[in-house]
């Protein structure tokens, strides 16, 4: 574990400010992480049309267990945009996407 934080720290990566980086780094050297979903492609378009608000858009296609789900979805900016449409392509099939973390 020390040899993989002095790694990142030499990249780079600040851990001291950082709690739940540092958190996340240790549970994933220590105990085996499950993965939920495989994120299989995502693609944004951020569109602006003169004096018009500027659309974001979203598509993401996304893999959990044997099905895949591709959807779409518009935010305020890119990054609102991508955060939505994966809520979206994850919450039929994964309770904390929904907000329901009794599972």
Known sequence: MLDELKRLEHDGYEFEAAEASFEL??????????TYFELLGFRVID????????????TVKVKVGNRVEHTAAS????????????????????????GDASG
Do not use: F, I, Y
Not at 47 to 58: C, I, K, Q, T
Not at 88 to 98: D, K
């Open 25 to 34: 780094l240790v549970s994933k050297l220590v105990w085996r992480t499950s």
């Open 47 to 58: 569109e602006h049309r003169g004096a018009l608000m500027p659309m974001s858009e979203a």
């Open 75 to 98: 935010g305020n900016g890119p990054v609102n945009a991508l955060d939505n449409v994966l809520r979206s392509a994850l919450q039929s099939v994964l309770p904390l996407a929904r």
